[in-house]
């Protein structure tokens, strides 16, 4: 069973400093793996995704590495703005094509 | 991009009573679905796997007695939580695979807080 750990839990930094968020997983055969936000309350909008072939993958300020065989994943947003204060969730994708999902970090951006 | 509906948004209901919540891709023709359920500051965890025309998947501790799965049609696929209890309160989530990009590969619903009392 695929085990997906966030860290931190929580981080609150003052805007325009960038951010790192870590997803540590067990199982390395994943066929992809997806990073999402949730704002309270509500679902979740997805961000990025990395096949497993690749090391990372990159949306205007997101960026996202993955170490396959390592287990883990990496996502950088570059020069925070309040609008990212959200939780972000990883969630690697098994060959079944079922979502593991971590418990997320809370990032809280300060104006 | 695709759309899923989600209704309701947040619910409340007496212990011993029925819910259901719909899930309703508005835009893209969905053979399966897949239901999540969230408890406050833990992860989704994936309930069931609702197939169209067919009977749903469960998880493993998953009860289908309780948690009835129907996905009649492309459209449209419903979770009703029978005989509801306090401890089934929780944000029920569901989502559909819309086809993968460099974004992701599904779409969510915007979720149904249920509180049963």
């Known amino acids: 069973k695929q085990e997906v750990t966030q860290i931190p839990a929580a981080l609150s930094v003052p805007e325009g400093e960038n951010l790192v968020l870590n997803c540590s997983f067990t199982?390395?055969?994943?066929?992809?793996l997806q990073w999402f936000r949730q704002d309270p309350g509500k679902g979740l909008t997805s961000l990025l995704l990395i096949q497993s072939s690749q090391r990372e993958q990159t949306s205007g300020r997101l960026n996202a590495s993955l170490d396959k065989s390592s287990g883990r994943s990496t996502l950088y947003i570059a020069a925070s703005q309040p609008g990212d204060s959200a939780t972000y969730l990883c969630?690697?994708?098994?060959?079944?094509?079922?979502?593991?999902f971590g418990a997320g970090t809370t990032v809280t951006v300060r104006a | 991009g695709a759309v899923v509906s989600q209704h309701p948004s947040w619910v409340i209901c007496k212990s011993g009573t029925s819910v259901k919540i719909e899930c309703r891709s508005l835009d893209f023709q969905a053979t399966t679905m897949f239901w999540y359920r969230q408890f406050p500051k833990q992860s989704l965890m994936l309930m069931a796997t609702s197939n169209e025309g067919s009977k749903a998947t469960y998880e493993q501790g998953v009860e289908k007695d309780k948690f009835l799965i129907n996905h009649a049609s492309l459209t449209l696929s419903t979770l009703t939580v029978t005989s509801a209890h306090p401890e089934d309160s929780s944000f029920y989530i569901c989502?559909?695979?819309?086809?993968?990009?460099?974004?992701?590969?599904?779409?969510f619903g915007s979720g149904t807080r249920l509180t049963v009392v």
């Open positions: 199982d390395s055969a994943i066929y992809n």
């Open positions: 969630a690697p994708e098994g060959g079944d094509y079922k979502l593991s």
């Open positions: 989502s559909v695979p819309t086809g993968y990009t460099t974004m992701g590969g599904y779409t």
